[in-house]
């Protein structure tokens, strides 16, 4: 399982020519984790591993969070970065559709569900609406 996962970020480095960071919280019920403060740190660590780039590819899966933070995180990025690009493979909920409208680019994924906010992915264009 590790090993399939860093195959496909590695699929995603060379497709999105960027430093990959992945950034997951778990909706399993019971064991729910949400975008918080509290990662703001392992950002940082992070970054400063990773140094000033062109193109950051944050890879996003969450359902959402705390909105202050996810300001944190995309400021933290946007430092870093010339580019940033939020690959959201499945939910964009709350703080994680306000990260992803943030970024300088969201490729488009076909599977895309949104929260409060109105989105959605047309296929035939191959687009985002907002």
């Known amino acids: ?30 064991f729910e984790t949400r975008i918080a403060q509290d990662v703001i740190d392992l950002f940082i660590a992070q970054l400063d591993k990773i140094g000033p780039v062109e193109r950051i590819v944050l890879y996003l899966y969450t359902r959402g969070g705390d909105t202050s933070a996810a300001w944190n995180i995309v400021n ?20 994680n559709y306000f990260i992803s409208t943030r970024s300088h680019s969201n490729p488009p994924t076909y599977r895309l569900s949104c929260g409060s906010k109105s989105c959605r992915y047309t296929s035939s264009h191959r687009r985002w609406s907002v």
């Open 76 to 95: 933290l990025l946007r430092m870093y970065c010339e580019d940033l690009l939020v690959v959201v493979p499945h939910k964009a909920h709350s703080a």
């Open 1 to 30: 399982m590790y090993s399939s996962r860093v195959e496909y970020y590695k699929q995603l480095k060379d497709e999105f020519q960027g430093a990959v960071i992945a950034y997951i919280t778990g909706d399993r019920p019971g």
